[in-house]
């Protein structure tokens, strides 16, 4: 291994978003007395979520700010989305949307857009309040049920909605949208492209949705061949990161290039160019500063495939 590189670290473990401590007991939580006991016990600690924003006690060492169920009684009963997001050392955590009520004032806690507090927490809580935005924000979105029109009510401590039409009755479930994110190579150089909204002088991995009927190789190459014209063969798999913003799951692959010449397609990318291993070195070691050209931080899955790609993924 070159000197070089030895200053670039190993992909970041886990990924920010992911390895959360918490059970998710999926058997327990259909149970309602099981439930109904976690909801009131004094041991249960509760996370408020103010228009998707999570209270982080700053400090030393940022941390979440874990609230006891006595706060929020009121407006549960009031009907405030409350959910169980999974059980550690016996205590069950439970995520409350409390965008009904003006923000509380808690001291030394600051409420964070969970993007910025994933950069100040550790790598368990970052994950916590991945699931917590993601699942609030679903069920915000799904008062209705899709299918009749009709109100749904949540279910199963969050994990379902439930149409309140007696004819109709749909179940419908959290989502979750696969997004694939791609390092393209060829000949030990990396493609790499740039969105008009990104901060100027920063380069990505290429990225996009998946459309039904579409396995991952397949939108990998059609996501490469619409946003830059290069043609891709051969994909391989990396890594993964859920992106709660509101509910995509990153698929990290790398793809072969079998071709070189680059056409933007010009609306969603402004620029796209190969890039040296030598200054993709260059380019993670400068994410989160000033110089150009730049990755994006360690947060995003980009950054960590362009660290997997130089570690030889
Ligand atoms: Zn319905």
């Given at each position: 291994m070159n000197e070089t590189l030895q200053s670039t670290p190993p992909v970041d473990n886990p990924i920010t978003f992911?390895?959360?401590?918490l059970?998710?007991?999926?058997?327990?939580?259909?149970?309602?007395?099981?439930?109904?006991d976690q909801m009131s016990s004094s041991k249960s600690l509760f996370l408020p979520l103010h228009e998707l924003k999570v209270p982080v006690e700053l400090g030393r060492q940022p941390r979440l700010n874990w609230?006891?169920?006595?706060?929020?009684?009121?407006?549960?009963?009031?009907g405030a989305p409350c959910l169980l997001l999974g059980v550690q050392d016996g205590m069950a955590h439970f995520a409350v949307d409390v965008s009904a009520a003006p923000?509380?004032?808690?001291?030394?806690?600051k409420l964070m857009d969970v993007r910025s507090a994933a950069m100040l927490l550790p790598a368990a809580e970052a994950a916590i309040i991945a699931q917590a935005r993601s699942m609030l924000d679903w069920h915000a979105r799904h008062r209705f049920c899709a299918v009749c029109g009709q109100r749904t009510e949540m279910h199963d401590a969050g994990y379902s909605r439930l149409c309140t039409d007696e004819a109709c009755k749909a179940q419908h479930f959290p989502r979750t949208d696969p997004v694939t994110i791609m390092l393209v190579e060829r000949?030990?150089?990396l493609l790499l492209g740039r969105q008009p909204r990104f901060i100027?002088?920063?380069?990505?991995?290429?990225?996009?949705?998946?459309?039904?009927?579409?396995?991952?190789?397949?939108?990998v190459r059609r996501e490469i061949f619409e946003e830059s014209g290069i043609r891709?063969?051969?994909?391989r798999y990396v890594a993964s990161q859920p992106w709660p913003f509101p509910s995509s799951l990153m698929i990290g692959c790398i793809g072969e290039a079998l071709s070189e010449e680059i056409t933007i397609d010009g609306e969603e990318l402004e620029d796209a160019r190969w890039f040296t291993r030598a200054e993709i070195i260059q380019m993670v070691e400068r994410a989160g500063g000033n110089e150009t050209p730049r990755m994006p931080p360690a947060l995003?899955?980009?950054?960590?495939?362009?660290?997997?790609?130089l570690r030889g993924a």
């Open positions: 992911s390895g959360s401590p059970d998710r007991v999926s058997d327990k939580r259909k149970n309602a007395d099981w439930l109904a609230r006891p169920r006595t706060e929020f009684g009121m407006l549960i009963r009031a923000p509380a004032r808690y001291e030394g806690t000949e030990g150089r100027p002088g920063t380069y990505s991995a290429l990225a996009g949705f998946m459309e039904p009927g579409e396995n991952i190789e397949e939108c891709v063969g051969a994909v995003s899955l980009a950054h960590q495939l362009a660290r997997a790609w």
